[in-house]
């Protein structure tokens, strides 16, 4: 169990000091995963949950208040995006790096072995993949068993297939852990998050389980950062108007609009803007007004016009109090 | 030498040792030969050619050929002086020096001070460089103050060292004038500036990620500098550190006015002697014996210190992965 209740100040880019204020509490064997764009905090969070970075406030970790205790004495399991393996220790001898600080630890060679890199323990860090220095950094955080992990980015300096291979082991591992993990990454975040806060300009502004995040969100900036369509109220059909009298947008995820062949009440015409070929589907992007709908459909439109349905149980209402937000999103 | 094998490997600097052994031997006999006709001119003449064909014959185009003939001008006027230096000494002269006592007291006094003021530069400048590379409130003064000496002229930095340390000084019962303490005092007021910049610079460029992951994966601050901080800076310790000891080895004015010559105890003799620092010591033998002589003993200077550097050079590369 994790209790965070941090706010900490850095100098920002511009004129302007950056700050991150973050209230959140991770339960025992749950992974929350912190999903962010660059520069919206994440990693000032973990650092000062860690303890590497001064902040204000409390970390509690399984009960026990440890935000007067420095890294070493803090319980926790970290994994870099760059990896930070020790260059100058082999493989090997950066797994068993903690041993000699902790009492109760796992045989270095065989969570090396469970991650599949034993044969890599007589290496020099300098010579692995990508892949392999991730297995091997994660490896030396659960040699020494910690109360809690803090993964930064683990996959975003991957290859796509390696990033895949590795969330799986990531999955696999982080499974009755807890765990925060954070990411931009959309996808990892759906994979791996059973809960999932939404971090922008150092404010947490949405936090709930995956599914709620990616299919309910709370605002404008989440739906489309979480890759759901947001659609401004005077776009949407206006049986949905109805249905949602207060809403200012209505977001929908691209796998739930449908391309519809007849022309109904519900239904509102668009232009296709492009249609580009994905996994397992088309994304056939739709402009209207000055939206854009995403369609993630199994067979592309021939035609230039089409009408497009939104299924009245997988609209979501957003209450935006800052409507011109949502026009400069992100995405 | 514009075989193929030239051209290909030529670009990237690191053509095969062969290359590298050929043009050497090419430039030596030049040089036998210039001499032999007593036209020195000539074989600056050579270099800067030699320079210009070579470059042509690694295809290096014509901006490579001017940059390097230009470049060759100030190979010219750095290594020509020095391939004269080397060529003009009177080898029975060498060797008669070789064998001097006095020569042999230099050399000790010359290696070993310079090795105590560095040694004290490192105690001391390296903890401060951790700490700069940190940064703290009113670092960039500090940072002036250790860089100080480095514009101040040495014989000024003599005399600051004899007001600061001398008679009357901040230690009162410290004999600095003609003492070894005195020497590596003054040392190390003038070569200091390198340990720390070299420390810092190297500290600086450690990725904070790597000492992070050392404190969360349970090393204390000590700990983690002493496995991960320390090691991981090593290399750049050790080039401020020669940059240090060769620094103080070359050093003129400020042991001229602090100890112009030097009492200290002499192992091999078992007993206190007397001798100069050894840009002192050159001078003192330019003055009272003649150019033949300094330049007999200036050449073993130069040779024994190319032989330190190259041995710890080669030292730390066999150390290979710490260093």
């Not at chain 2, 051209?7 to 052994?21: D, H, K, Q, Y």
């Not at chain 2, 009177?90 to 000790?108: C, E, F, G, I, S």
């Not at chain 2, 001798?275 to 040779?303: D, M, T």
Request: charged fraction near 20%; include cysteine; glycine fraction near 8%.
């Amino acid at each position: 169990m994790i209790e965070v209740d941090l706010a900490l100040t850095v100098d920002g880019t511009g004129t302007d000091p950056f700050s991150v204020r973050a209230a959140l509490s991770v339960a025992d064997g749950e992974t929350l995963v912190v999903l962010g764009p660059s520069g919206s905090g994440k990693s000032l969070l973990l650092e000062a949950i860690a303890g590497v970075r001064e902040a204000s406030g409390s970390v509690a970790i399984d009960g026990s208040d440890v935000t007067e205790r420095p890294p070493e004495a803090r319980g926790l399991g970290y994994v870099f995006q760059e990896y930070a393996l020790f260059p100058h220790r082999t493989v090997l001898e950066n797994v068993a790096f903690g041993t000699r600080y902790h009492e109760s630890t796992r045989e270095p060679m065989a969570v090396l072995d469970d991650l599949g890199v034993a044969d890599l323990a007589e290496r020099s860090p300098d010579t692995l993949s990508g892949g392999e220095s991730q297995r091997v950094a994660l490896a030396r955080s659960l040699v020494i068993q910690p109360d809690a992990f803090l993964l930064d980015e683990p996959l975003a300096a991957l290859d796509a297939p390696t990033r895949a291979e590795l969330r799986g082991v990531l999955a696999d591992t982080l499974a009755d852990e807890t765990a925060i993990y954070v990411t931009h990454d959309r996808t990892t975040a759906r994979a791996l998050g059973d809960r999932v806060a939404v971090l922008d300009s150092g404010r947490i502004r949405q936090i709930g389980s995956a599914k709620t995040i990616f299919e309910r969100p709370a605002s404008p900036f989440v739906a489309r950062f979480t890759g759901a369509n947001c659609l401004p109220r005077r776009t949407v059909p206006p049986s949905l108007r109805e249905r949602f009298p207060e809403a200012t947008h209505v977001a929908i995820r691209p796998e739930h609009v449908r391309i519809s062949d007849v022309e109904t009440e519900g239904t509102i015409r668009g232009t296709v803007v492009r249609a580009i070929r994905e996994e397992t589907a088309h994304r056939v992007t739709v402009a209207r007004d000055d939206c854009r709908i995403d369609v993630l459909t199994d067979r592309p439109p021939s035609a230039e016009s089409v009408a497009i349905a939104l299924p009245e149980e997988h609209c979501h209402p957003i209450e935006a109090d800052e409507p011109q937000r949502a026009d400069q999103s992100l995405l | 030498m514009s075989t193929a094998a030239t051209v290909s490997t030529g670009r990237n600097g690191r053509g095969p040792i062969v290359v590298v052994l050929a043009v050497l031997t090419v430039q030596v006999i030049a040089l036998a030969l210039s001499l032999a006709a007593g036209r020195p001119t000539a074989y600056a003449l050579f270099m800067l050619a030699s320079a210009a064909v070579l470059a042509y014959a690694a295809d290096a185009g014509p901006t490579g050929v001017a940059a390097a003939t230009l470049g060759s001008v100030l190979l010219v006027a750095l290594a020509f002086p020095l391939a004269l230096f080397a060529a003009r000494q009177d080898p029975t002269l060498v060797a008669a020096k070789l064998t001097d006592p006095a020569v042999h007291r230099m050399l000790y006094l010359s290696i070993y001070a310079p090795l105590l003021a560095t040694l004290f530069a490192l105690v001391t400048g390296v903890p401060l460089a951790y700490l700069l590379a940190e940064g703290f409130p009113g670092s960039t003064v500090v940072q002036s103050v250790v860089d100080l000496p480095l514009v101040v002229p040495h014989s000024v930095a003599g005399i600051v060292v004899l007001f600061g340390f001398g008679a009357g000084g901040a230690f009162p019962r410290l004999s600095v004038l003609g003492t070894v303490v005195g020497a590596v005092l003054a040392l190390t007021f003038v070569s200091a500036p390198f340990a720390v910049d070299g420390a810092r610079e190297a500290f600086e460029s450690l990725d904070p990620a790597v000492v992070h992951a050392a404190r969360v994966h349970g090393a204390n601050p000590i700990s983690a500098f002493l496995r991960v901080s320390l090691p991981l800076s090593a290399r750049g310790i050790l080039t401020g550190a020669i940059l240090t000891w060769a620094r103080a080895v070359s050093e003129f004015g400020a042991v001229a006015i602090v100890a112009y010559t030097i009492r200290f105890f002499y192992p091999p003799a078992g007993e206190v002697v007397r001798s100069a620092h050894a840009p002192v010591f050159i001078y003192q033998s330019y003055l009272s014996g003649s150019l033949a002589e300094s330049g007999a003993i200036s050449f073993i200077l130069l040779g024994v210190s190319v032989a330190i550097f190259l041995a710890i050079r080669t030292a730390a590369q066999e150390r290979g992965r710490v260093l």
